[in-house]
């Protein structure tokens, strides 16, 4: 399959996120919006922690890192810290309808500006030599879009993990 097929499958995927949030936000209480599961990883994100991650990645990571790296490849990529943005941003006092509106518009103008590129480009094929790896822009595009899908498995074990709770006397233990 050629990369530009792939260009409108990840965009379509892209494309699904804000919907699937919306559909997974709306049957939250505030106790599960500041849930923090155990992980065997070490992660210990709330869904609002993990929504407001979302908002700032579409801004500072994935959406401007692609527009760089279509325009100019080779300049330079401002530094993030995705990790220390949870404290330091203070992603636990936010209000998560409006980080959810929030990240609804900056898809939105992510996705204007992705349909509006041709997938057959051969800037596509622009490369930025990043530290973990040299990646190409399609490359770049597929990790957002896998990004995306990371965090909404993420989102849905947080959900699963509040009803595991002992605390909670429900034996949800059926669906597993």
């Known amino acids: 399959m050629a990369d530009s097929d792939r260009v409108g499958e990840f965009v379509g995927g892209l494309e699904h996120t804000p919907q ?9 209480t505030p106790d599960m919006w ?14 609002l922690d993990i929504l407001c991650h979302l908002c700032d990645e579409e801004k500072e990571d ?9 325009i100019d490849p080779e300049k330079p990529w401002a530094p993030i810290d995705p990790a220390a943005w949870v404290k330091a941003r203070n ?3 936010q209000d998560p309808a409006q980080k959810l509106a929030e990240f609804k518009a900056s898809r939105e103008a992510s996705l204007k500006w992705l349909k509006s590129l ?22 770049l595009l597929g990790a ?25 006397a429900i034996d949800v233990g059926y669906a597993f």
């Open 62 to 70: 994935f959406g401007s890192r692609l527009k760089s790296l279509w």
């Open 118 to 139: 041709d997938p057959h480009d051969v800037r596509w094929q622009n490369t930025y030599y990043h530290p973990k790896a040299n990646l190409k822009a399609i490359d």
């Open 91 to 93: 992603y636990a006092v």
């Open 20 to 28: 699937a949030l919306t559909h997974l936000f709306t049957t939250l």
């Open 34 to 47: 500041h849930y923090h599961p155990q992980s065997e990883t070490g992660e210990k994100w709330s869904a």
């Open 144 to 168: 957002w879009a896998m990004h995306d899908i990371f965090h909404l498995r993420q989102l849905s074990h947080t959900i699963m993990s509040f009803y595991q709770q002992p605390s909670l």
